[in-house]
């Protein structure tokens, strides 16, 4: 499965990733903004766990790397939920910084999301975001998606508790 924006492409992980992951990865701005189980320092080792944990089958139709001038330059995907939640995608972006503020992720997000809608049948992307990260926001009211809430002090990062903002966007809303 591939994706094509303007200037970059979204496609599966494959081997051979493993070093542009690790170095647009490991930058401290990204971690802060995602969940724990993205570490920094970012290794080549920890490039080469998630490299292979992407090329597992299932993991192919919903984690993509944001390709770049030939570069695994990012990463956006979008999980199906389980059971009772089944019909809902957890959506999580990041790109590497020499890349920001040029509209990518506001594509790559728009892509994905059709993408979820259409070929995945789910019927509501989601989206968290911590209190301090005013770019994320901003990406996903431009793509349609509703502040749904604010769950308070809910995320601890970096020795402080945040609140984290949960976004949401409805099939055919
Ligand atoms: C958040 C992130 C994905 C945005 O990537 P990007 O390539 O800069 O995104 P885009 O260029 O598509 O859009 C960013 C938007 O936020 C706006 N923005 C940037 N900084 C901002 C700020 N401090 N306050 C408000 N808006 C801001 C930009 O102006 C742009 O909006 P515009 O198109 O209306 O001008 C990127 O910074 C990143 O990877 N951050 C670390 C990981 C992360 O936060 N992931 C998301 C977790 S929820």
Same mark, same amino acid.
């Given at each position: 499965m591939e994706l094509k924006g303007s200037n970059f492409t979204l496609r599966p992980w494959r081997k051979g990733d493993e070093e542009s992951l690790a170095k647009h990865a490991n930058n401290e701005k990204i971690a802060d903004n /995602?969940?724990?189980? &993205?570490?920094?320092?970012? #290794?080549l080792k920890d490039a080469k766990e998630w490299i292979k944990h992407c #090329? $597992? %089958?299932?993991q192919k139709k919903t984690n993509f790397t944001i390709e770049v001038g030939g570069e695994a330059a990012g990463g956006i995907e979008v999980k199906p939920d389980k059971e $009772? *939640? *089944?019909y809902t995608g957890v959506l999580g972006y990041w790109l590497g910084e %020499?890349?920001? =503020? *040029? =509209?990518m992720i506001s594509e790559a997000v728009n892509l994905v999301t059709n993408y979820a809608f259409t %070929? /995945? =049948? /789910? $019927?509501r992307v989601e989206a968290s975001v911590f209190e301090y990260n005013p770019a994320s926001m901003r990406v996903l009211e431009k793509n349609? &998606? $509703? *502040? %749904?809430g604010v769950l308070r002090k809910r995320i601890f990062k970096n020795n402080n508790l945040v609140d984290e903002y949960m976004f949401a966007k409805i099939k055919g809303e």
């Open positions: /995602l969940a724990d189980r &993205f570490p920094h320092p970012y #290794t #090329t $597992e %089958e299932a $009772e *939640k *089944k %020499e890349h920001w =503020g *040029k =509209g %070929e /995945l =049948g /789910l $019927e349609g &998606f $509703e *502040k %749904e």
